[in-house]
Antibody, heavy 119, light 110 residues
Framework: EVQLVESGGGLVQPGGSLRLSCAASGFTFSSYWMSWVRQAPGKGLEWVANIKQDGSEKYYVDSVKGRFTISRDNAKNSLYLQMNSLRAEDTAVYYC????????????WGQGTLVTVSS | QSALTQPASVSGSPGQSITISCTGTSSDVGGYNYVSWYQQHPGKAPKLMIYDVSNRPSGVSNRFSGSKSGNTASLTISGLQAEDEADYYCSSYTSSSTHVFGTGTKVTVL
């Protein structure tokens, strides 16, 4: 059974940093593009970033470029999101998702971890 | 990277069919056959319902179908059931090698 378990969320002050982790199991992690998707309270889904199987390609939504860094450790079956210079508008549930096909869709999702940016 | 446009809400009676539209541009929906649809119940993670415009993952009811014409993709739910009441989001690959989600549609079963 495929499992994606996010951790690392919490309350952080504006300008602060947080590192999210996603532990994957039940599939060959190193064979799939992986992504982070977020959802602000009461709002819709927003794609944040993705990373290729070997980490050689990474893409970000404009609003997080230069502040967030996606990475992965295939030996540990883990995905990460380093979030710096956090803003109130980054408050959201952050989902980890594995991509299917050539990375064109998200077939498996974690349950999410809540990040709250507030003073 | 503007969100794809979906109607805020769609409703139907049990047994009816409804269609949700998802409008983008030639740089996303119109440019690639990489449109997917997700169902999300309150407090739950999204679930993949349709991928690559019209393909259904294993385990998803054949009452769900997808299509695309130009810059607009559509999700049709036939034989509407109470359990279909949820939020639905489309998503597309873009020319910037990123992805973009739709604004979301709340489906209500009357």
């Amino acid at each position: 059974e495929v499992q994606l378990v996010e951790s690392g969320g919490g309350l952080v002050q504006p300008g602060g940093s947080l590192r999210l982790s996603c532990a994957a199991s039940g599939f060959t992690f190193s064979s799939y593009w992986m992504s982070w998707v977020r959802q602000a309270p009461g709002k819709g889904l927003e794609w944040v970033a993705n990373i290729k199987q070997d980490g050689s390609e990474k893409y970000y939504v404009d609003s997080v470029k230069g502040r967030f860094t996606i990475s992965r450790d295939n030996a540990k079956n883990s995905l990460y999101l380093q979030m710096n210079s956090l803003r109130a508008e980054d408050t959201a549930v952050y989902y980890c998702a594995s991509a299917g096909g050539s990375g064109s869709y998200y077939q498996h999702w974690g349950q999410g971890t809540l990040v709250t940016v507030s003073s | 990277q503007s969100a794809l446009t979906q109607p805020a809400s769609v409703s139907g009676s049990p047994g009816q069919s409804i269609t949700i539209s998802c409008t983008g541009t030639s740089s996303d929906v119109g440019g690639y056959n990489y449109v997917s649809w997700y169902q999300q119940h309150p407090g739950k993670a999204p679930k993949l319902m349709i991928y690559d415009v019209s393909n259904r993952p294993s385990g998803v009811s054949n009452r769900f179908s997808g299509s695309k014409s130009g810059n607009t993709a559509s999700l049709t739910i036939s034989g509407l059931q109470a359990e279909d009441e949820a939020d639905y989001y489309c998503s597309s690959y873009t020319s910037s090698s990123t992805h973009v989600f739709g604004t979301g549609t709340k489906v209500t079963v009357l």
